[in-house]
């Protein structure tokens, strides 16, 4: 009894890390798309806008590499 509680547990946890995870994905998705509209509206990319969006396809790849193992 006591070691199915632990596996469900163990799996509930798991699952949660897998779905925040998914998240953050979409999330970096939503903000570098964003970021990407906002810096080509204009015509043209200055120094600060390659730098935010260096910045933000920087620290996505690190999220990617967050995955969790199950």
Do not use: H
């Not at 779905?19 to 080509?40: E, H, K, L, P, Q």
């Amino acid at each position: 009894m006591n070691n199915e509680k632990t596996l469900d547990r163990k799996q509930f946890v798991g699952n949660l890390k897998q779905g925040v995870w998914f998240f953050g994905v979409s999330s970096w998705m939503f903000g570098i798309t964003d970021r990407s509209i906002a810096s080509f509206a204009d015509g043209y990319l200055s120094a600060l806008d390659l730098t935010q969006l260096f910045t933000a396809a920087t620290f996505f790849v690190a999220w990617l590499f967050l995955k969790p193992v199950k």
